[in-house]
Antibody, heavy 120, light 110 residues
């Protein structure tokens, strides 16, 4: 069974940093592209970042470029999101999501999410 | 960037009724690369439909998708209690960034 479990969310002050993790199991993690997608309270879904299966190709949404860093450790079956210079508008539930094999941009499995709250 | 507009914003129906949700794109979606996701309160989104009409693994056949070009529809033939949720459409298929999501349609119990 495919499982994605996020952790690392919490309350942080504006300008602060947080590192999210996503532990994957039930599939060959190193074969899959991965993403972070977020959802502000009561709002819709917003793609945040993408990383290729090897980690060699990375993309970010304009809203987080220069502040967030995605990475992965295939030996540990884990995905990460380092978030710096956090702003109130970054408050959201952050989901890790797997890209369906050979289908760019289609998310076939999602974790349960971790809440990040940026507030003083 | 393709903008997806979903309608209606909220659909109030009773269990057993048929639900018809619309997703309209601002320009043609290539190769029908249109997906639908279901999200229940406090849960992660779940992939329902991709390729406009293909059901994802484990999705009941009361869910069906149709459409092409700029107009797409998700139909739930007979609503079950567990189907009351928010539904999002998404255009995909290009290299990242992936396509955007629609703003969602909430299917609520009447």
């Amino acid at each position: 069974e495919v499982q994605l479990v996020e952790s690392g969310g919490g309350l942080v002050q504006p300008g602060g940093s947080l590192r999210l993790s996503c532990a994957a199991s039930g599939f060959t993690f190193s074969s899959y592209e991965m993403n972070w997608v977020r959802q502000a309270p009561g709002k819709g879904l917003e793609w945040v970042s993408y990383i290729s299966s090897s980690g060699s190709t990375i993309y970010y949404a304009d809203s987080v470029k220069g502040r967030f860093t995605i990475s992965r450790d295939n030996a540990k079956n884990s995905l990460y999101l380092q978030m710096n210079s956090l702003r109130a508008e970054d408050t959201a539930v952050y989901y890790c999501a797997r890209t369906k094999i050979l289908v760019p941009g289609l998310f076939d499995y999602w974790g349960q999410g971790t809440l990040v709250t940026v507030s003083s | 960037e393709i903008v997806l507009t979903q309608s209606p914003g909220t659909l109030s129906l009773s269990p057993g009724e048929r639900a018809t949700l619309s997703c309209r794109a601002s320009q043609s979606v290539s190769s029908s690369y249109l997906a639908w996701y279901q999200q229940k309160p406090g849960q992660a989104p779940r992939l329902l439909i991709y390729g406009a009409s293909s059901r994802a693994t484990g999705i009941p056949d009361r869910f069906s998708g149709s459409g092409s070009g700029t107009d797409f529809t998700l139909t739930i033939s007979r609503l079950e209690p567990e189907d009351f949720a928010v539904y999002y459409c998404q255009q995909y298929g290009s290299s990242p960034p992936p396509g955007t999501f629609g703003q969602g349609t909430k299917v609520e119990i009447k």
